[in-house]
């Protein structure tokens, strides 16, 4: 048997991490005796109503994920699908930043930016962003002196994996293709 995390094969770590989060997900209490048989909905969940935006806009976040995130509905929308494919951690990394950046107060920053290296970047993290070893070891070194624009380079390379690899999927989803009819 291994005595702790490192002596476990990676393998290993990833399915215990998959197993961490399902166990949270069921430890959570059920609205109804269906949420404890389908812990997450094969659907993503429709933002509110009275949120909801114009076809033409939802037209416009096929070709920018910026203007996606810059629409209320568009973020929660993307936001609820990744949810539903079990890889939001890479948007939550990306709302996070956007949140720090915000920060004023030194202290506050330097707490904001513990907890979201903690979260996110650290290796094993429990929602670990997939990020080369250069820009972590960039964003290690900002976190020396907390600043704005610590995680700008971390923040810019999950933001491109969103654009390459999740964007694409949205837009091809029922619920997407819903909006813009």
Same mark, same amino acid.
């Given at each position: 048997? #291994?005595?702790?995390?490192?002596?476990? %094969?990676h393998t #290993?770590?990833?399915?215990?991490?998959?197993?961490? !989060?399902?166990?949270? !997900?069921?430890?959570?209490? %059920?609205?109804?005796?269906?949420? @404890? /048989?389908?812990?997450?909905?094969?659907?993503?969940?429709?933002?509110?109503?009275?949120?909801?935006?114009? %076809?033409?806009?939802?037209?416009?976040?096929?070709?920018?994920?910026?203007?996606?995130?810059?629409?209320?509905?568009?973020?929660?929308?993307?936001?609820?699908?990744?949810?539903?494919?079990?890889?939001?951690?890479? /948007?939550?990394?990306?709302?996070?930043?956007?949140?720090?950046?915000?920060?004023?107060?030194?202290?506050?920053?330097?707490?904001?930016?513990?907890?979201?290296?903690?979260?996110?970047?650290?290796?094993?993290?429990?929602?670990e962003v =997939?990020?080369?070893?250069?820009?972590?070891?960039? !964003?290690?070194? =900002? @976190?020396?002196?907390?600043?704005?624009?610590?995680? =700008?380079?971390?923040?810019?390379?999950?933001?491109?994996?969103?654009?390459?690899?999740?964007?694409?999927?949205?837009?091809?989803?029922?619920?997407?293709?819903?909006?813009?009819?």
């Amino acid at each position: 048997m #291994c005595k702790g995390l490192a002596a476990l %094969p990676h393998t #290993c770590l990833e399915r215990a991490k998959e197993i961490k !989060t399902k166990l949270g !997900t069921l430890l959570q209490k %059920p609205d109804s005796a269906f949420d @404890l /048989i389908i812990p997450y909905p094969e659907k993503p969940e429709k933002p509110a109503k009275a949120q909801k935006t114009s %076809p033409d806009e939802a037209l416009q976040w096929r070709e920018s994920l910026e203007k996606l995130l810059q629409n209320a509905y568009g973020l929660t929308s993307f936001r609820s699908f990744l949810r539903s494919e079990f890889s939001e951690e890479n /948007i939550e990394f990306w709302i996070a930043c956007e949140e720090y950046k915000k920060i004023k107060s030194p202290t506050k920053m330097a707490e904001k930016a513990k907890k979201i290296y903690e979260e996110f970047i650290q290796m094993e993290a429990p929602k670990e962003v =997939n990020i080369d070893h250069f820009t972590k070891a960039v !964003t290690m070194k =900002n @976190l020396v002196e907390p600043s704005v624009s610590s995680f =700008n380079e971390a923040q810019k390379r999950i933001f491109a994996l969103m654009e390459k690899d999740s964007l694409p999927r949205f837009v091809r989803s029922e619920f997407y293709q819903g909006l813009i009819k």
